[in-house]
């Protein structure tokens, strides 16, 4: 099975930095993704990482490091609008299915 | 090109009752993954259908079905409805079974499921 682990909240003002770490145990592993979703919406895909290291897309980057079972999510020159649950999610080698963390709630503050 | 789309948008049940969702998938997205979402949690994995055949299933009781259709588009049929079962309901489309598009899924809107 796997198991996921990620912060429940974070707080910050905008055009602060928001790092959202990840942990995960999974007998199987293809790639951790992140994903957004306000409330009420439906999750929006932000970034995959199959390989170690720092991927960047925009003011999001997300880093992987399969030795420590670990990846994190990096929001930088944070806006109200980011203001949303952020979730990651793997896939076990041996299965179809995306495991997804509890969601980390980040609220943006002026 | 169009995106996921979910009906309905709510529902509102009551314990015991059988109820259907549907969803269409992505325009060219030929595999379409169904998820629960309860309240302040991730979404958990119901199951999977690429081509009309279902292609993995993760930890939910076999009240729990689906079918996917020749155009992609699927259902998500639940019977005997429990309390447990007020969530929020994801489908997921993707294009191939290429491991990288597993690791993108579009979602749709949900449907906001209540069982009294």
């Known amino acids: 099975g796997q198991s996921l682990e990620q912060p429940s909240e974070v707080t910050a003002v905008e055009g602060a930095i928001v790092q959202i770490n990840c942990t995960y145990q999974?007998?199987?592993?293809?790639?951790l993704s992140w994903y957004q979703q306000h409330d009420g919406g439906a999750p929006t895909f932000l970034s995959y990482?199959?390989?170690?290291g720092l991927e960047e897309t925009g003011r999001f980057s997300s880093f992987l490091s399969r030795s420590d079972s670990y990846g994190y999510l990096l929001l930088q020159e944070l806006q109200m609008k980011d203001s949303a649950s952020y979730f990651c999610?793997?896939?076990?080698?041996?299965?179809?299915?995306?495991?997804f963390g509890a969601g980390t709630t980040v609220t943006v503050r002026a | 090109e169009t995106g996921v789309t979910q009906s309905p948008t709510h529902l509102i049940k009551t314990r015991g009752q059988q109820v259907t969702l549907r969803c269409s998938s992505q325009?060219?997205?030929?595999?379409v993954s169904w998820y629960q979402q309860a309240l302040g949690q991730g979404p958990q994995f119901i199951f999977q259908?690429?081509?009309?055949?279902?292609?993995g299933r993760g930890n939910f009781p076999p009240r729990f079905s689906g079918l996917q259709f020749p155009n992609y588009s699927s259902e998500l049929n639940v019977n005997a409805l429990e309390l447990d079962d007020s969530a929020l309901y994801l489908c997921a489309s993707s294009g191939t079974r290429e491991i990288s598009s597993y690791n993108e899924q579009f979602f749709g809107p949900g449907t906001r499921l209540t069982v009294l």
């Open positions: 325009s060219g997205h030929n595999t």
């Open positions: 999610a793997v896939r076990d080698r041996d299965d179809y299915k995306l495991s």
């Open positions: 999974t007998s199987g592993f293809y790639g």
């Open positions: 259908y690429y081509r009309e055949e279902e292609n």
């Open positions: 990482n199959a390989l170690d």
